[in-house]
């Protein structure tokens, strides 16, 4: 079972994300809306796995956020989450370490098989 963080400033989707690891078999163990609070969240609950939004409310930046969460814990795994595909970011994301990029719309599809890569079985 992973101890999840869910940074996502959509609602909707949030609630989704965390009803679906729930039925895995996971804890999500705080929900945030901003890069910020993501950092701030890993600081002091130290997950396994942080979802994080690219592109939060405010222009926050997700790409920011996972760099310094990398920078303070790089054993914290972050799986990028988007509405566009993955060559919009290519240039950006070559450049900072991350473990998984899903888009949006097919995130139901992929959350299982992205958290059994990193060795975090469903169940």
Avoid: W
């Avoid at 999500?28 to 002091?44: H, M, Q, Y």
């Amino acid at each position: 079972m992973a101890r999840i963080i869910i940074a996502e400033d959509e609602s909707l989707i949030s609630e989704m994300l965390q009803l679906q690891l729930e039925l895995f078999g996971h804890n999500v163990i705080d929900k945030v809306r901003t890069g910020k609070e993501a950092v701030k969240a890993c600081e002091l609950y130290t997950p396994d796995v942080v979802f994080m939004d690219i592109s939060m409310e405010k222009s926050d930046d997700g790409i920011y956020a996972c760099a310094e969460i990398k920078k303070n814990n790089p054993d914290i795994r972050v799986i990028f989450l988007t509405a566009y595909p993955k060559c919009v970011y290519a240039d950006i994301l070559v450049n900072i370490p991350h473990d998984g990029y899903i888009e949006k719309p097919s995130i139901a599809v992929h959350i299982g098989n992205v958290l059994a890569n990193l060795g975090y079985h469903t169940g």
